[in-house]
Structure formats: structure tokens, C-alpha cells
């Protein structure tokens, strides 16, 4: 049973700057793609980034030099490094694999920017 946990959301100021862990468990994550996803409440959930197992990435054009995907597969764990942020990341970020297991989804992190 694969289990995800998102850490490191909070709020912090425009352009300012947060990670985000994903820690995960029961499968092997080396072999798997993975992603970062968000949601806005009454919008649907969007991709946001994505890994392959070999490292590949992909942005979503609205954060294309801004965000940082990477992950370390001795930890089981994947990262979002998110710079210049805007008040419009606001969101639940949810991490998961690419394409999404929805039994696996987690509680997610928020990430709020505010000045």
C-alpha cells in the first residue's frame, strides 16, 4: 500500500521561497515517475511538476523557472523547491505518481502567499 506525506507548506510573502518534502512509502519509488499537484478550493487539481525515474523533468508553463523538482531515491523522497513565489500558488500541493494513484493521494501541505 503506497502512503505519501507532504511536508513543508506555510505562508511567507511574495517572492519569497519554500521546499517541499515528499516522503513515500510502499512502492518502489525508484521505478516510478512522480509529481507535484495542487488544487484551489472549486478548482479542479492541477499538475505542477514532474519526474521521471531517470530524472526527467516537466513544469507547467505558470511555473517554468520558478519551482525546482528533484528527488532522492535512497530516501524514498521527492522535493519541490519553490522560489519567486506568487500569490497565485496559493494552494494544496499534493504529491503523488505521475500518472496519480488515487488510492494514494495524501492529506497535502498549503502553501499560502500573502503580503
Known amino acids: 500500500q503506497v502512503q505519501l506525506v507532504e511536508s513543508g507548506g506555510g505562508s511567507v510573502q511574495p517572492g519569497g521561497s519554500l521546499r517541499l518534502s515528499c516522503a513515500v512509502s510502499?512502492?518502489?519509488?525508484?521505478?516510478?515517475?512522480m509529481a507535484w499537484y495542487r488544487q484551489v478550493p472549486g478548482k479542479q487539481r492541477e499538475l505542477v511538476a514532474t519526474i521521471t525515474s531517470g530524472g526527467i523533468t516537466y513544469y507547467t508553463a505558470s511555473v517554468k523557472g520558478r519551482f525546482t523538482i528533484s528527488r532522492d531515491n535512497t530516501k524514498n523522497t521527492m522535493y519541490l523547491q519553490m522560489n519567486s513565489l506568487k500569490p497565485e500558488d496559493t494552494a494544496l500541493y499534493y504529491c503523488?505518481?505521475?500518472?496519480?494513484?488515487?488510492?494514494?493521494w495524501g492529506p497535502g501541505t498549503q502553501v499560502t502567499v500573502s503580503s
Open positions: 510502499g512502492s518502489i519509488f525508484r521505478l516510478h515517475s
Open positions: 503523488n505518481q505521475n500518472p496519480p494513484l488515487n488510492t494514494a
